[in-house]
């Protein structure tokens, strides 16, 4: 992608008068609570969720994607049965590590976590994978080496649920361990899904022509949501976590483009600490960059969720689109 290019994606998303934007999402979230292997939003105000409360309590204009997994199976993201990990073939065949029984976090089994995600202000869910978990050592790249048939059926299969438990959703998917294959993107523009958040890249300079070059996706830009799949799945890159400066931010708004903020849910989980993982003192550093962003650039930020933006983009696309046939009739009608 060269710089032009960058500057038409960012004309086409953007709101009229507004410099840049900003959207904060959240992976990982589930009804797992404290006394489980780990809590991931189940303790609902008293746990993780309650920090994105008291975020959006304290910025009225901020807006919080969480990306949901409906049936979440994952107990420990790196492989614990050591015997049967050093097993050629088979190691590939197998779970590396136990399993929740299937439907233990079902979300219909968790009336109370769905009612209180429902509840929380400006607040949108979407997909994150089905159960979270894969066979062989990528543990968490859920749908890595299935094909199509494969992805889409599962894909239905979480639509389902959140439609059993009436959880709205917006159209699009985190795919967990930012997996994101041809074949996956056709299923999910085959079970009407339109946006899809798989990479990130904390570390490139931030440039119009940036691409990212860490975790997922490569070569997507870094810093616009970008059309992917032949125009039919609107991609995100997070640029922005608990270890970026408020530099950064200030460096993706002032080429008009997208501040992504990504979290996790999940602080701890077995020895492993995420940097991203939302605990007080994420939540604080996150106040603190909302509170100078919304002193420097005011009403010139878009505050905004992925799921506005494709509203945003797909209406833009239609526009173009009717412009486009409408001079094509003019110039048929107006012989040389």
Request: glycine share 8%; net charge negative; hydrophobic share 40%.
């Amino acid at each position: 992608m060269t710089f032009g290019q960058g500057q038409d994606l960012a004309s086409s998303w953007l709101l009229p008068g507004k410099q840049a934007a900003l959207c904060f999402t959240i992976d990982d979230v589930h009804p797992g609570r404290s006394f489980d292997a780990y809590e991931a939003g189940g303790d609902l105000g008293q746990g993780a969720l309650g920090h994105v409360e008291w975020l959006c309590q304290r910025h009225p204009q901020l807006h919080v994607t969480l990306f949901v997994t409906p049936d979440w199976r994952e107990i420990s993201p790196f492989p614990t049965r050591k015997f049967l990990s050093s097993i050629p073939f088979l190691k590939n065949q197998l779970y590396l590590t136990k399993t929740l029984r299937a439907a233990v976090m079902h979300l219909s089994r968790h009336p109370g976590f769905v009612t209180y995600l429902k509840s929380l202000p400006r607040v949108d869910c979407a997909l994150h994978g089905l159960h979270h978990i894969n066979k062989g050592f990528k543990i968490i790249e859920e749908f890595r080496g299935r094909d199509q048939r494969e992805c889409q059926s599962m894909l239905q299969e979480a639509l389902d649920i959140f439609e059993k438990v009436h959880l709205p959703r917006s159209p699009g998917m985190c795919p967990p361990g930012w997996g994101l294959s041809d074949d996956l993107a056709e299923a999910m523009i085959a079970v009407g899904l339109q946006f899809v958040a798989s990479a990130r890249d904390l570390r490139t300079p931030i440039t119009g022509d940036a691409v990212n070059a860490m975790s997922g996706r490569p070569g997507v830009s870094l810093i616009y949501p970008e059309w992917i799949m032949n125009h039919r799945l609107l991609h995100f890159a997070t640029n922005f976590q608990a270890t970026s400066t408020f530099d950064r931010a200030e460096q993706v708004i002032a080429l008009n483009g997208l501040v992504a903020v990504k979290a996790h849910i999940i602080k701890e989980a077995f020895g492993h600490v995420a940097l991203d993982g939302m605990d007080k003192a994420y939540r604080d550093y996150l106040h603190e960059v909302f509170c100078r962003l919304e002193d420097r650039f005011a009403e010139s930020l878009w505050w905004t969720s992925m799921a506005q933006i494709t509203s945003r983009s797909l209406e833009t696309e239609h526009d173009s689109m009717a412009l486009c046939e409408e001079q094509e009739r003019g110039d048929h009608g107006n012989p040389h």
